[in-house]
């Protein structure tokens, strides 16, 4: 983990309803336009850099943190009390930027609704450099039409494809090459008064046939089990057991998966700061669903989280995702998909892709054993293309 130079307590504190806090932690501010360092065992090293409109968060390496914010992203410095190292601003400045996620070979999609005027759920790929689009696509469901609604969190699945939460209540999974692969419904993820959810915010696979869900305003979290094409809650971490008390769940965005199953979510309070009085921000469940252990700020800061990244044990030297629940450093066959993703079968000739994949397998060869990928599965982009499974040097 990497070393903070002390500054000045910025009137942090944690607030034990059951067990004191204890995870080190990253905050995505977006009432606040703040990005949040909190460290609970010296309160000294806590820091705050400004972020207008961020929401995702993701370790990218060489200690920088990648955040989102309406009109790209930013990289922040975290060996340097997060100052900011780039900034990167789409070249169309339409829409809303909800998301960012950095792949394996340095490329950045962007999501968000009207992103480079097009229309409804909208991913860019920017290449590594910062200096050009790779590709802009609207999300279309299996008939064509636009996956609308305003975007929330696009997340990375197992499978290298991405879950996009929808305030319309869908979730929506398309990959690199435009394909529509299905949706997981809102009916699946019911809200309070046990009628489909209206606000998927985030999802994430976890373990085999499982996915999580966040459904906003609903501030509920479901585990989801998938049979065939069908979903259904298995269980759920509910607000409304707290709300009589000083938790005041209003929206439940972003949270992590942690590497003993419990949940950390955030219960985001409305846009613009708030204070201690409109609810606590930070909640940690187990696997039965209680709550566990919780984080406010301080009397003296106004926050409204929408993210959150544990930072416990994480190596912040590597690039990390959530595509297998807990957050991971991207390697083995994982990377090797990704670093894949992004070539255009169509654009090619298949003699000149094949060619790309034997000379990563080349790569390969003296790869340590227990991270080398087996095999990479890969869909042509062409209408009468077949898929093929390329066995890799073992």
Request: hydrophobic share 40%; glycine share 12%.
């Amino acid at each position: 983990m990497f070393r903070f130079i002390a500054i000045a307590i910025l009137g942090l504190s944690s607030l034990a309803m059951n067990a004191p806090w204890q995870h080190e932690m990253l905050i995505a501010d977006e009432g606040g336009n703040k990005v949040w360092y909190v460290n609970p065992a010296d309160a000294t090293k806590n820091w705050s850099v400004n972020v207008t409109e961020n929401r995702s968060m993701q370790l990218i390496g060489n200690n920088r943190l990648l955040v989102s914010t309406l009109t790209g992203f930013v990289e922040l410095d975290l060996a340097n009390k997060g100052a900011t190292l780039k900034t990167y601003n789409l070249p169309k400045a339409s829409g809303a930027g909800e998301s960012a996620y950095r792949m394996p070979s340095g490329d950045t999609w962007v999501f968000g609704e009207g992103l480079m005027n097009k229309p409804g759920t909208v991913c860019v790929r920017v290449n590594a450099a910062g200096t050009a689009i790779l590709d802009t696509f609207s999300v279309k469901d299996s008939s064509g039409q636009v996956c609308g609604g305003a975007t929330r969190y696009c997340n990375i699945s197992k499978r290298g494809t991405f879950y996009c939460g929808n305030s319309g209540g869908d979730i929506y999974e398309v990959d690199t090459l435009r394909h529509f692969l299905g949706r997981i419904p809102a009916a699946a993820f019911p809200n309070l008064s046990g009628g489909a959810g209206d606000h998927a915010y985030l999802a994430t696979d976890w373990g085999v046939d499982t996915v999580v869900v966040s459904n906003g305003f609903g501030y509920q979290t479901h585990i989801l089990k998938k049979t065939g094409k069908t979903y259904s809650s298995i269980r759920k971490i509910n607000g409304a057991t707290a709300k009589g008390d000083s938790v005041k769940p209003n929206f439940f965005g972003g949270y992590q998966i942690l590497a003993n199953g419990n949940i950390v979510q955030t219960n985001w309070v409305g846009h613009g700061p708030a204070g201690p009085g409109s609810g606590i921000q930070v909640l940690e469940y187990d696997k039965t669903g209680a709550l566990v252990s919780c984080w406010r700020q301080g009397a003296m800061q106004a926050m409204s989280a929408h993210g959150i990244l544990i930072l416990d044990g994480l190596n912040t030297m590597l690039l990390h995702d959530s595509r297998n629940g807990p957050l991971m450093p991207v390697t083995g066959v994982t990377g090797m998909q990704h670093a894949l993703a992004p070539y255009r079968v169509q654009s090619r000739s298949d003699h000149e892709f094949l060619s790309s994949v034997m000379t990563l397998n080349g790569r390969l060869a003296g790869a340590d054993p227990s991270t080398r990928p087996q095999g990479i599965f890969f869909v042509s982009g062409r209408e009468n293309a077949s898929r093929i499974v390329l066995p890799l040097h073992r």
